[in-house]
């Protein structure tokens, strides 16, 4: 060591003396980043100041910088910079879009249609199963489910869908995105036709058997979502990314889309198979036997797409970020990549850490600093979309009959109500939703997240408003139409809007070995606020005088005043936007600050 500084110090002060180079210039060209700490181990080393011609600081940063040298000859290891890393990163970040990334966004968006299909079409047959099963004779109205039993039947998913969501995220960091991706949707095709298959010797036993298949359902709908975002993140480059996330996301439109055309389907083919007179006119015979198949066969569908891409599930790789920054396997990361994209990536496995000093946990003191204040954003904005989006979505079919687009329950048979409700979610969904949610991703990597989801809000709130405080006006005959206009934007920029961007942000801002767990804590936020929706709107939304309330529910504040409260909520959407942070055009580690962690700190070197 003393030998390394003595030399040093000669060719120092031959060069200074020369004036071939300056202190300042040797300073900068070599060495930065030198402490006072550093300078007083030099010091009480014993080692005296070369000469009045070398600044005290040079002889810090002569010290550190040989000490330096020395700690990374004897471990290299766990102190070199993660350059293979880097590498297999920047290639991702840079790749151009090809095949591969489309078939990614199939077999993970396929995942996303069946998770939609599943949670909303359950809103189609609601009406029937109470028809079925809860049939009072010498009712003026055809049989509803009992409040508790509708508030279980629509909101149970959900509950399971926040869990799945804690669950899988959680899992999906500990044992890597590929390893759990099969074992959702295997969890959902099993659970979708379980579902159609409940039977019991009551309506008790099948209202049970439905739920509890059903809380199963949305606990591996839930897992789809941190590892869909996560994976579709982690694969595309960061000029694409938010439109590849958000065409993952837009499945659900398709899922609901479909959902809407097979029930007109099969709901027309059961009724001009099975022909029935309305309620009013044969309370009994309005419902024929075969209607018990429609509903079954509804639910049971949802798990033919998810069944078609199991197996490609199963054969996609684990993602480089993962394998490079997590399971610090570059040579991995590199080979797996070079496959499916088609590209050469080196990686320099000899120079990838095996750990990392920034190895703080979630929730911990360094980590609130870091991400507190994003997660609080993410999670707050979803949690306050889904109490109105799934409000809305789940509950349609009141709104309509309410604004009288759908005919009176007696004037219906079971089969052809279905038929109805389905072609009104149906038209919502082809001229809003869709569209929406299609956008989005085209424009989402051209204006950015926090532009749409502010747009979106902003919107819904002017919409819910103008809706809600004409009430009156729009529930005359003939102004219909002017309340499913206004109603089908609040659905539009819901998707084009809060309903895209807050799936796709927490994919894009938090570190690789906490990525899927952040995704799972802000989607689950939103399914609280789903279920309180869910369950708040179910009474919210009757009527004001409670002899006009459904059967066994209390008098609540009316549709008019419902929508108000949406409207604030939309409105406090907006404002808790502001918390979250931009993320177009830059890399996940950029975003995440994993690339300060893994490149060599410029005061090092």
């Not at 508790?148 to 959900?158: D, E, H, T």
Request: aromatic share 14%.
């Amino acid at each position: 060591m003393g030998s390394c500084l003595e030399d040093y110090r000669r060719s120092t002060v031959k060069e200074i003396a020369e004036g071939t180079i300056t202190v300042r210039d040797r300073e900068r060209n070599w060495f930065r980043g030198t402490t006072a700490k550093d300078g007083r181990r030099y010091l009480f080393a014993g080692l005296k100041p070369y000469t009045d011609d070398v600044s005290l600081a040079l002889h810090f940063q002569t010290y550190n910088f040989l000490q330096r040298k020395k700690d990374q000859t004897s471990k290299p290891s766990s102190t070199m910079a993660s350059n293979g890393n880097l590498q297999v990163l920047k290639a991702l970040d840079g790749a151009k879009t090809q095949w591969y990334h489309f078939t990614t966004i199939i077999i993970a968006g396929m995942g996303f249609f069946t998770d939609a299909y599943d949670l909303f079409c359950i809103s189609l047959v609601t009406k029937m199963l109470g028809r079925i099963y809860y049939h009072t004779p010498g009712s003026p109205k055809p049989g509803s489910l009992p409040p508790n039993v509708s508030a279980a039947v629509n909101g149970v998913a959900l509950v399971g869908t926040l869990a799945g969501q804690l669950f899988f995220g959680w899992l999906g960091d500990k044992l890597g995105r590929k390893k759990v991706y099969g074992i959702t949707l295997m969890l959902m095709c099993v659970c979708s036709i379980a579902s159609g298959l409940s039977f019991g010797s009551d309506p008790k036993m099948v209202m049970s058997t439905l739920c509890f298949f059903r809380f199963w359902l949305g606990f591996g709908i839930g897992g789809d979502y941190p590892l869909s975002a996560t994976i579709m993140s982690e694969y595309s480059n960061k000029k694409t990314r938010g439109g590849f996330i958000a065409a993952v996301f837009a499945m659900q439109g398709f899922g609901i889309l479909g959902g809407g055309v097979f029930a007109i389907i099969l709901s027309s083919i059961f009724d001009a198979k099975f022909k029935a007179p309305s309620y009013e006119v044969d309370p009994i015979g309005s419902t024929v036997p075969e209607a018990d198949y429609v509903w079954r066969i509804i639910l049971m569908v949802g798990a033919v797409p998810a069944i078609l891409t199991y197996y490609w599930r199963t054969k996609m790789p684990e993602t480089a970020r993962y394998t490079a920054l997590v399971a610090k396997n570059a040579n991995q990361a590199a080979m797996d990549m070079s496959k499916v994209l088609q590209m050469e990536i080196q990686s320099e496995q000899n120079k990838v850490m095996e750990g990392s000093n920034n190895s703080f946990g979630l929730f911990s003191k360094e980590f609130l600093q870091r991400y507190g204040k994003a997660l609080l954003g993410t999670t707050s904005t979803w949690f306050l979309l889904d109490i109105a989006y799934y409000s809305q979505n789940l509950f349609q079919k009141d709104i309509f009959s309410a604004i009288g687009w759908i005919p009176a329950a007696k004037k219906m048979n079971a089969i052809h109500e279905v038929y109805t409700i389905a072609r009104a979610q149906t038209l919502i969904a082809l001229c809003s939703t869709v569209p929406g949610y299609w956008f989005t991703v085209f424009l989402i990597d051209k204006m950015g997240r926090f532009k749409i989801q502010l747009l979106g809000f902003s919107m819904m709130t002017i919409f819910m408003f103008a809706l809600a405080f004409p009430y009156n006006h729009w529930i005359k005959p003939g102004n219909n139409i002017g309340f499913l206009v206004m109603y089908s934007l609040t659905f539009f920029f819901a998707n084009f809007g809060p309903n895209a961007t807050t799936f796709v942000v927490p994919a894009e801002i938090f570190p690789a070995r906490l990525r899927s767990t952040c995704h799972g804590i802000s989607a689950a936020s939103g399914k609280l606020g789903a279920i309180v929706g869910a369950f708040g709107f179910l009474y919210l939304a009757q009527n004001q005088d409670p002899a006009k309330a459904d059967a066994g529910y209390p008098a609540g504040i009316g549709v008019k005043n419902a929508l108000i409260v949406l409207g604030v909520i939309n409105f406090l959407g907006t404002l808790c936007t502001l918390l979250v942070p931009e993320s177009k055009g830059k890399s996940l580690e950029e975003m995440s600050g994993e690339n300060e962690e893994q490149q060599p700190n410029v005061g090092e070197v």
